[in-house]
């Protein structure tokens, strides 16, 4: 293994190129190893693309894979202030790399590694993007652009702040330094408000597991559930509907029609002021009995109209 890392660029031409990297099980090992394997010329850079484009030659094609397996570790480090494994980014940027050999055109009159980075990085900010929280915080064009730039313009403006003998610990952009970065985006103001604060807030999980002491842990679901859409209170508030209109129209229709009135009047009838219906003594002095009298009606109108809403029911 070191003989063949070591070894000047003609071993690269005839040895095996998918040994020269084997698997090592460290990271470390790895970047090493990558480091160390030699650079392609321009000459033998276009030999072998030619090779793989035309003759879909598979080891003119490690040849080059390998000999940029350095450029993807240094692009991948860029981004290791996003909390994510360093294997991973490296890995995902390998195949970015892959990708950009497979369309890679040697007559275009570019190096592979101008028009590999745009494949490298573009694999891994996909990774970040997927992988950073569990709920993805960019899916427009304008909001990838703010999630790569917002971190690094915000130490920028500290730095600037600092130079000015500013407060630089507040973690918050100001109105000025929003406009400015918006500005230069070329997003919106409200945008970058936004992004800032999904970058700022946390993952939390809706259904937390129990606790060591055996109880529930109290999770956003608790208070996040619509009940209004649960089987069993959809079903009630169709039965509640149901009764309310055609149920109490059948009830109504169950008693005569003076018991009928005093419990529209008293119950059912609202007017403009919305103070109500008639009371007791107005209608005890419409049909001439007296205000106990058409309470004892509207007490036996209301049994019977609770009877008749439990048949209907």
């Not at 997927?130 to 304008?142: I, L």
């Not at 956003?220 to 069993?232: G, K, R, S």
């Amino acid at each position: 293994m070191t003989a063949l890392i070591a070894a000047p660029r003609t071993a690269l031409a005839t040895a095996n190129p998918w040994s020269l990297v084997p698997p090592l099980g460290n990271l470390d090992a790895y970047i090493s190893a990558a480091n160390r394997l030699p650079l392609l010329t321009l000459e033998e850079e276009q030999e072998y693309a030619r090779k793989f484009k035309n003759d879909n030659d598979l080891e003119a094609a490690g040849k080059l894979v390998l000999s940029h397996l350095r450029l993807v570790v240094s692009v991948a480090r860029q981004y290791l202030g996003y909390g994510l494994p360093h294997g991973d980014l490296i890995q995902e940027g390998n195949v970015g790399l892959m990708k950009a050999v497979k369309r890679f055109d040697p007559e275009q009159g570019v190096r592979l590694v101008s028009y590999a980075l745009h494949w490298i990085k573009a694999e891994i900010h996909e990774y970040i993007l997927k992988n950073w929280r569990m709920v993805k915080v960019a899916t427009t064009k304008a909001q990838r652009k703010l999630f790569f730039n917002l971190r690094s313009m915000k130490q920028r403006f500290k730095g600037e702040d600092a130079a000015a003998d500013l407060d630089t610990h507040r973690d918050t952009l100001n109105p000025e330094q929003v406009q400015t970065m918006a500005r230069e985006l070329n997003v919106k103001p409200e945008e970058v408000l936004e992004m800032e604060a999904r970058l700022a807030g946390g993952d939390v999980l809706l259904d937390p597991s129990p606790s060591d002491d055996g109880e529930d842990a109290f999770g956003p679901i608790a208070y996040l559930t619509d009940t209004n859409h649960e089987p069993v209170a959809m079903i009630e508030a169709r039965q509640r509907d149901v009764l309310a209109t055609d149920g109490i129209a059948t009830a109504l229709a169950s008693l005569d029609e003076r018991s009928r009135r005093i419990v529209e009047e008293r119950w059912l009838k609202v007017n403009d002021d919305n103070s109500g219906g008639m009371t007791l003594h107005d209608l005890a002095a419409e049909y001439g009995v007296s205000a106990e009298r058409i309470r004892q009606i509207e007490v036996a109108a209301m049994k019977k109209m609770k009877s008749a809403l439990a048949a209907y029911a």
